[in-house]
């Protein structure tokens, strides 16, 4: 198995018979669109044809900070400059470095540069538009990879229904996350980016047709993390409406790295660095290039499944104190949920009814577990070892998930998936829930249709695991670009399809994913908003209210969370 894989924990090796005949992503039919006049200068945007009826038009590549290269390197984001004359807006701009070309998919050739802090905008072709919806992306690629670029899936969807699609790319791994816990390397400059393209699209956004006052912040995996994190944010007071987290919480243990400083000297001793404080430190790391530094920390990754079960070496972390630089991080995500002035804005929050289903390919997990029952336990609970309480919890994860097994044997490869998927996701999910139901409007899912459209699940020949893996919900909200084979309009995956996105775009328009109750499509339900019951939405081949999803298993995690977090 291709060691990136543990990267995204999604495919990422290229050349499989599901993807042979591939023409690459983007549209069938493209001409010269518009021009739009910003502040910073002109642009002219591309109309795009997907299918026959329906065009959009992009605008893409936009700078919304300045290269943050040289002495911007590890400092907080610049807003862009201007230009002069007619900017040509067909093109993406750079990736931002990362280990060489991430996904399947990926345009090529693939372009990657430290100068990478574009923003793309796709909109309806339309003549007079205003006020539209505007779906702010985020990313996912684990803090690693990835871009705002298509890639096995684009989203033209959205811009057919009549909203306005934002995407763009924000700075990776070392070069985004370094932080050594003073002024001279602050942390979290990826948050820091994606603040600040979240400000560009407030002051620009109704050039394009779009609504500043109706930003729905969305986000998948590490996306879904940020959107988190900027619902914490004082700094991000205002500049969102909504928010879609989905499959990725700041409560989770991969994507928050508690001892960044340790990290960034390992870093300095793996390039041979002298330094004899951070200042040095950080000034030796200026002098290398972006390859190099990628080149030392892709062996820092986890290689050791279930890789989830750790933080991850270059992700987000606490911000530095002593900086009048913003901080999207000030305290422990635990910290934060109990005393931030939080944005109390509508929410979406769904996971998939088997996230962490690809484990099932590394059996080695299993044989760890059974080795050394410890590895069950959150790091963050901080539980010593052999003591009473460890033995507690881990007595408590064999009752409720193995039938009280000691080891999980061959026939149980089951249970361990639904463990690593409620340790590794729907927890931090339903922990975020928790946190923010009694205080703003939740409508909370679970993704469980498996068919047509489930990448991951055919890629990795899951289709007979009962349940939905990470990523495969995605596919349903966006077009796929990857299948070799058409899939039949008469399929049920393209109902499910209609389904989802109807329920993404109410929400975005009415701050209610079902308005009307009598709608065939949504099969006349109404979705509860979360109350004590947890109500959620179990959208699979039918879409089916219910209460309190896995509620044993949640309701273990629950109380352990509670009696053992420190925080
Ligand atoms: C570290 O400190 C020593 C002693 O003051 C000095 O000789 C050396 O040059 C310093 N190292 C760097 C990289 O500046
Ligand atoms: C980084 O690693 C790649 C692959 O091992 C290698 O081809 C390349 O030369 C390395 N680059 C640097 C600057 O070390
Ligand atoms: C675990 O604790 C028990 C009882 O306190 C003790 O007998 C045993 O030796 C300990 N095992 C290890 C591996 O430390
Ligand atoms: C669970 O364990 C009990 C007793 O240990 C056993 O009787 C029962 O058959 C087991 N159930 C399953 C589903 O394996
Ligand atoms: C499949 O999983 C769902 C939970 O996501 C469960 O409700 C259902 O009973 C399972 N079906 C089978 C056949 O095991």
């Known amino acids: 198995m291709d060691k990136l894989l543990l990267i995204f924990f999604i495919p990422v090796v290229i050349s499989d018979s599901l993807l042979d005949n591939w023409d690459g992503p983007g549209p069938r039919l493209t001409y010269p669109g518009p021009i739009k006049f910003l502040n910073q200068g002109m642009l002219r945007g591309r109309i795009e044809h997907y299918d026959l009826t329906e065009s959009i038009v992009s605008y893409k590549g936009i700078p919304y900070a300045q290269p943050p290269v040289r002495e911007l390197r590890w400092k907080p984001p610049v807003p862009a400059s201007g230009w002069k004359g007619i900017k040509d807006a067909s093109l993406f701009g750079a990736n931002c470095p990362q280990f060489g070309a991430p996904l399947i998919g990926t345009r090529q050739p693939f372009v990657m540069n430290e100068d990478c802090l574009f923003i793309n905008i796709f909109t309806p072709n339309r003549m007079f538009m205003r006020n539209l919806p505007v779906y702010f992306h985020i990313h996912l690629g684990g803090f690693h990879g990835e871009s705002g670029d298509p890639n096995i899936h684009s989203w033209e969807f959205f811009p057919q229904n009549g909203v306005i699609y934002v995407t763009f790319n924000y700075r990776l791994d070392v070069l985004g996350q370094l932080n050594t816990q003073d002024r001279h390397a602050t942390g979290n400059y990826g948050l820091k980016d994606i603040l600040e393209a979240l400000k560009w699209v407030n002051r620009n956004i109704h050039s394009f047709g779009g609504d500043p006052n109706n930003v729905i912040l969305m986000g998948f995996s590490v996306g879904g993390v940020v959107v988190q994190a900027l619902i914490y944010s004082e700094d991000a007071k205002g500049l969102f409406a909504k928010a879609v987290s989905l499959s990725g919480s700041l409560f989770q243990t991969y994507p928050f790295q508690p001892n960044p400083k340790e990290k960034a000297e390992a870093l300095g001793r793996m390039l041979n660095i002298e330094f004899n404080n951070t200042e040095e430190l950080v000034a030796q790391l200026r002098t290398f290039t972006p390859e190099q530094l990628s080149n030392a920390t892709i062996r820092f990754l986890p290689t050791e499944m279930p890789t989830l079960f750790v933080p991850r070496t270059f992700v987000p972390s606490i911000d530095a104190e002593d900086t009048d630089e913003i901080k999207l991080i000030p305290k422990h995500p635990d910290v934060l949920a109990r005393t931030a002035n939080y944005n109390k804005v509508p929410l979406m929050i769904g996971f998939n009814s088997m996230d962490s289903m690809t484990n099932l390919l590394f059996p080695n997990g299993r044989d760890r577990f059974n080795a050394d029952p410890h590895m069950l336990i959150p790091d963050a609970w901080k539980i010593e070892r052999n003591s009473s309480e460890a033995w507690e919890i881990i007595d408590g994860f064999r009752r409720v998930y193995f039938n009280g097994s000691e080891i999980v044997t061959e026939d149980m490869m089951m249970q361990w998936m639904e463990f690593c998927s409620d340790r590794e996701n729907a927890f931090g999910m339903s922990k975020f829930v928790d946190f923010h139901y009694k205080e703003q409007p939740v409508y909370y899912y679970r993704f469980s249709y498996s068919g047509?459209?489930?990448?991951?699940?055919?890629?990795?020949?899951?289709?007979?695991?009962?349940?939905?893996?990470?990523?495969?919900?995605?596919?349903?909200?966006?077009?796929?670009?990857?299948?070799?084979?058409?899939?039949?309009?008469?399929?049920?995956?393209?109902?499910?399809?209609?389904?989802?996105?109807?329920?993404m775009l109410n929400f975005g328009r009415f701050n209610n994913p079902t308005p009307n109750s009598q709608d065939r499509l949504l099969q006349n339900i109404q979705w509860p908003q979360v109350t004590d019951n947890l109500e959620f939405l179990d959208i699979g081949e039918n879409l089916v209210v219910g209460t309190h999803p896995f509620k044993e298993r949640m309701d273990l995690w629950r109380d352990f969370d509670r009696r053992f977090n420190k925080f």
């Open 452 to 503: 047509a459209f489930s990448f991951s699940q055919q890629y990795f020949g899951l289709m007979h695991v009962n349940g939905t893996t990470s990523f495969d919900d995605y596919m349903y909200l966006h077009r796929m670009n990857r299948f070799r084979n058409p899939v039949p309009r008469s399929d049920h995956a393209y109902t499910v399809q209609d389904r989802y996105l109807r329920l």
